[in-house]
């Protein structure tokens, strides 16, 4: 495997596993303190051993991969808020606190809040710091947060909530992932701006420069679905642009062009080159082109609010703008992989986010396979030439990200190819025409024809890129795609790339073994699938909903079925569990799942039932019984309240079954039941 034998590559892939340990295992500080001293003291020896050939090289590189893999693992660990005495979740208690923060990133808004990102100053008298999740109601006083801004509040700082459904979204584990680890609520009344007390900070002025990019885009004619258009194109701020135009991205394959990306900073990239091209006349003029070349980078960086996608791609092209200035020769992968190795260095929670490891995926496929797939086929004519060079490119990436995309998004565009074809031709032409349209209405200079013209091209791109998401036959959704399948494909695919390289039998072999892992892991999911069969009691306010899987279906039970046909449960239980088939069923009061009998109790309060004993108990609607007559009757092996009862009953019946020794559990706070045969 020779592309493994470049050293920066093998670095990165011990120093990632690293991070991935110092995460996931618990390891003591002060060991890993120790560990690492060890470790660079004996390298340092070797090192003057082999400077001498006195011992194998072979030993040196050992020990230089376990030093890079300590630091990765240290890294990860010291991030974590229990190896931080001044992390903010240390100074929570449940109570409301006061507290300061600045805001340092907006997050997607819902119908009653809008959410932040925000970084924790002060708890009362407690200096600190750390992200935090904020969540500011809705109403007619509310003025929203800006990057930059600071304030202070008194509010209560609490845990996010467990899921509460099975394959409902963990956010808990989402944000965690992030470094963000409590949330709170707050409104308008018990907030107080402070900037004044605070130097304005440069992140604060780039939303005032986004801010008025957007007011000089409305007023210079663009439509509001356009101008958010222009921003995401330019700036990677996808707020401003239509959640269905969105979701047609989304579904066309081509989102990845309304997030500033490697492709958007290797066109900026190119401008800047050949703007300061006349800087190299200077003495030291490579020199000054290169640090203004890179200073203007990392300021669109910060135009485009430091999203992690533009600081993957800035980080990667200023390493490339280093190289090409300075005359140096380029393996693409080495910048990749040490691009790689300063974000983690900086933020090693980034690994997790979905975007981050699409980003490097792709990259990865792109810079492997697509070479040696080009070459495959050798048109004459330049056109055709063009088109495949684009086709490959697609087809790579997609590849690279297949697993990560079926895992995490359980759907495949099958008309990616088509819409990248079109549109990535077109997306420097869309790029160059966007930033001299943003810069000439900041001027106001703006000519008619220039903004007609562009507009018309945005109208265009918006009306096939609805034609091809619109083609829901192609667009492959419901997926179901566990961790095994995952990982399997994973490795099928990452020594498909090497083979397409190189072909040879240390990589055919496990490229092979991938594939026959895949294929094992699938048939074993299907398999469990069609044969598990389980009663769930979803966690619903203000209606009892309960469903039973079983040979690959889900019969669900309820007493309105139009209410249940979009419900966010059930239907992402059927996804993420691959049911084929989905039936609603009017509520019956008994149920029978092999031995076991399921009493349902509600506002009917039957329960009597001649020769029904130790059944499962749930009670719904708030029923008006005498718990303790029931359990002395039926002799319950167990009894469920679902979220559709009064609370003043639920505790009740709660104290009740305490005393008799039954077991309760209430899908409010416990989460739904599941009962498996």
């Known amino acids: 495997m020779r592309l493994l034998n470049f050293i920066v590559i093998r670095l990165s892939l011990f120093f990632v596993t690293g991070v991935l340990v110092g995460f996931y295992i618990e390891i003591d500080k002060s060991l890993q303190y120790i560990g690492l001293g060890i470790s660079l003291l004996i390298l340092l020896f070797y090192y003057f051993l082999q400077y001498r050939s006195l011992h194998p090289q072979y030993t040196f590189s050992a020990l230089a991969y376990l030093l890079v893999f300590q630091i990765g693992c240290l890294n990860a660990t010291i991030q974590l808020p229990d190896h931080q005495e001044n992390h903010y979740v240390h100074y929570v208690n449940q109570s409301a606190q006061n507290i300061v923060f600045e805001v340092s990133e907006v997050q997607k808004e819902n119908d009653y809040n809008y959410k932040y990102l925000v970084e924790i100053h002060q708890i009362d008298e407690n200096k600190c710091f750390g992200q935090c999740l904020i969540q500011l109601k809705k109403d007619s006083t509310t003025i929203p947060f800006h990057p930059g801004q600071f304030y202070w509040a008194n509010t209560i700082i609490k845990d996010f909530n467990e899921p509460k459904n099975p394959t409902s979204f963990d956010y808990k584990k ?31 002025w780039a939303h005032q420069q986004r801010s008025r990019i957007k007011d000089s885009l409305l007023v210079n004619g663009f439509l509001q679905n356009e101008s958010g258009l222009i921003q995401a194109l330019i700036l990677g701020q996808k707020d401003g642009i239509d959640p269905e135009t969105y979701q047609d991205f989304s579904k066309a394959g081509v989102v990845h062009i309304l997030a500033v990306s490697g492709l958007h900073v290797g066109i900026v990239l190119l401008i800047l080159q050949y703007v300061f091209k006349p800087l190299e006349w200077l003495p030291y003029g490579q020199i000054i082109k290169t640090l203004t070349v890179i200073a203007f980078l990392w300021l669109f960086a910060l135009m485009a609010g430091f999203s992690p996608s533009v600081s993957r791609a800035v980080t990667m092209f200023s390493l490339f703008a280093i190289a090409i200035n300075m005359k140096r020769k380029t393996n693409t992968i080495n910048v990749l992989c040490i691009s790689l190795f300063i974000l983690l260095l900086i933020h090693p929670q980034r690994i997790f986010e979905v975007g981050f490891q699409l980003s490097y995926s792709a990259v990865f496929a792109i ?144 490229m092979l073994l991938g594939f026959i892992s895949f294929f094992i892991a699938s048939t074993f999911h299907f398999k469990h699938t069609n044969q598990h069969q389980e009663f769930i009691v979803f966690d619903q306010a203000r209606k009892s909903v309960f469903a039973r899987q079983l040979a690959g279906g889900l019969q669900v039970f309820s007493d309105e079925e139009s209410d249940l046909t979009a419900n966010y449960a059930i239907k992402n239980f059927e996804k993420l569990q691959g049911l084929k088939k989905l039936t609603f069923n009017k509520k019956q009061n008994i149920y029978r799942f092999n031995e076991e009998f399921v009493l349902v109790v509600d506002e009917k309060e039957v329960y009597e039932i001649p020769d029904l004993k130790k059944p499962i108990v749930l009670l719904t609607n708030s029923p008006k019984i005498n718990l303790e007559r029931l359990i002395e009757m039926l002799e319950p092996s167990i009894i469920i309240a679902d979220a559709n009862n009064y609370r003043s009953f639920v505790e009740l019946w709660k104290t009740t079954c305490q005393e008799h020794e039954i077991d309760f559990h209430y899908t409010f706070e416990d989460g739904a039941w599941r009962k498996k045969w």
């Open 174 to 204: 989402f944000m965690k992932r992030r470094g963000v680890y409590k949330q709170a609520y707050l409104t308008p009344f018990k907030l107080k701006n402070i900037d004044h007390i605070y130097s304005e900070k440069i992140t604060y």
């Open 367 to 510: 810079v492997t396979m697509q070479p040696p797939l080009f070459k495959l086929w050798k048109p004459k004519w330049k056109p055709i030439k063009y088109l495949w060079s684009i086709a490959s490119v697609t087809l790579t990436a997609q590849l690279g990200v297949l697993p990560l995309s079926l895992y995490y998004f359980q759907q495949f565009p099958g008309l990616f190819m088509l819409a990248n074809i079109v549109i990535i031709p077109l997306l420097g032409v869309l790029l160059v025409m966007g930033i001299l349209v943003v810069i000439l209405s900041l001027i106001g200079f703006l000519p008619e024809f220039l903004q007609l013209t562009y507009a018309k091209i945005l109208q265009l791109l918006t009306v096939f890129v609805n034609k091809i998401a619109s083609q829901e036959q192609f667009v492959i959704q419901n997926i179901s795609f566990d961790e095994w399948m995952f990982f399997s494909l994973s490795l099928a695919i990452f020594f498909l790339l090497l083979s397409f390289r190189k072909p040879q039998f240390g990589n055919l072999a496990p």
